[in-house]
């Protein structure tokens, strides 16, 4: 599932397609026909990015919801001329600028203002936006008696993080991902906060998950395997120190840490 850099990249790319002019949206899958109906040949005046979700903004007052799930993806194609739909397609939106294809989905539904603000209030803060609480999700944290590998990937405490994040954040802070919350001090979770602020934010510059510091290695250029560009997330051995990397499931997915840089 993306990660919440990802949905922000999303946001901001295509922002200057879509916006601020008229959208044709249909359904070539036929399952959002209806939906699409009420939207189609409105402005389209903002998207909004909030943890793993989108938002789109319609002049009428009305509001996409997109969650991509595992399987959701986009498909762009730039210029006036729509290519064939390739698959099932479940939202089309198309401008004179471009074509974006939506497929695979877990949730792509229109609905209003009230129905957006329901799904944010179900979430934590969203690290990668200006008017995050950090506090909230530290105060959630605090409460906690469930590990903090398993808190950040719970979305009602902080919302955008996933398994590569909440690993290689604890890690960066020295963090067990088994400790429970109420066993983490407040510089420890400003910690985690900052980090992976900083994290994320990388991620929407690069497009894609870079954690490790540059100073400590040498990022080449183009494509990455999974684990080359992180310190323990899918490593056999710590980046820093060599240590065997181990793991642990938490929130149903494995946490992975090194024991020698994360004591317990």
């Given at each position: 599932?993306?990660?919440?850099?990802?949905?922000?990249?999303?946001?901001?790319?295509?922002?200057?397609?879509?916006?601020?002019?008229?959208?044709?949206?249909?359904?070539?899958?036929?399952?959002?026909?209806?939906?699409?109906?009420?939207?189609?040949?409105?402005?389209?005046?903002?998207?909004?990015?909030?943890?793993?979700?989108?938002?789109?903004?319609?002049?009428?007052?009305?509001?996409g919801?997109?969650?991509?799930?595992?399987?959701?993806?986009?498909?762009?194609?730039?210029?006036?001329?729509?290519?064939?739909?390739?698959?099932?397609?479940?939202?089309?939106?198309?401008?004179?600028?471009?074509?974006?294809?939506?497929?695979?989905?877990?949730?792509?539904?229109?609905?209003?203002?009230?129905?957006?603000?329901?799904?944010?209030?179900?979430?934590?803060?969203?690290?990668?936006?200006?008017?995050?609480?950090?506090?909230?999700?530290?105060?959630?944290?605090?409460?906690?008696?469930?590990?903090?590998?398993?808190?950040?990937?719970d979305?009602?405490?902080?919302?955008?993080?996933?398994?590569?994040?909440?690993?290689?954040?604890?890690?960066?802070?020295?963090?067990?991902?088994?400790?429970?919350?109420?066993d983490?001090?407040?510089?420890?979770?400003?910690?985690?906060?900052?980090?992976?602020?900083?994290?994320?934010?990388?991620?929407?510059?690069?497009?894609?998950?870079?954690?490790?510091?540059?100073?400590?290695?040498?990022?080449?250029?183009?494509?990455?395997?999974?684990?080359?560009?992180?310190?323990v997330?899918?490593?056999?051995?710590?980046?820093?120190?060599?240590?065997p990397?181990?793991?642990?499931?938490?929130?149903?997915?494995?946490?992975?840490?090194?024991?020698?840089?994360?004591?317990?």
């Amino acid at each position: 599932m993306p990660e919440g850099h990802t949905i922000h990249r999303i946001a901001k790319d295509h922002t200057p397609l879509l916006t601020g002019r008229p959208v044709s949206v249909s359904s070539p899958q036929g399952r959002f026909a209806s939906d699409a109906a009420l939207v189609d040949g409105v402005v389209l005046e903002r998207i909004e990015a909030y943890g793993k979700h989108l938002f789109y903004w319609y002049a009428n007052g009305l509001v996409g919801h997109v969650h991509l799930g595992l399987f959701g993806k986009f498909r762009v194609a730039r210029g006036a001329e729509s290519p064939e739909p390739v698959g099932m397609v479940r939202m089309r939106m198309v401008t004179e600028l471009g074509t974006v294809d939506l497929a695979g989905p877990t949730d792509c539904s229109i609905g209003t203002a009230d129905d957006r603000d329901a799904v944010v209030r179900r979430l934590g803060p969203d690290p990668l936006r200006r008017d995050a609480k950090p506090q909230l999700a530290m105060d959630r944290i605090r409460k906690s008696k469930q590990p903090i590998g398993q808190l950040l990937l719970d979305q009602k405490v902080l919302a955008g993080v996933g398994n590569v994040y909440r690993a290689e954040a604890l890690f960066v802070n020295g963090i067990h991902p088994t400790r429970p919350g109420t066993d983490l001090d407040d510089a420890e979770l400003h910690a985690i906060w900052t980090t992976t602020v900083s994290m994320l934010r990388q991620g929407v510059k690069d497009n894609r998950i870079i954690t490790v510091d540059r100073s400590e290695m040498r990022v080449k250029k183009g494509h990455h395997r999974r684990g080359e560009t992180t310190y323990v997330y899918h490593r056999d051995v710590c980046l820093r120190c060599g240590t065997p990397v181990q793991t642990v499931e938490l929130g149903g997915r494995a946490c992975y840490y090194c024991p020698t840089c994360q004591p317990h």
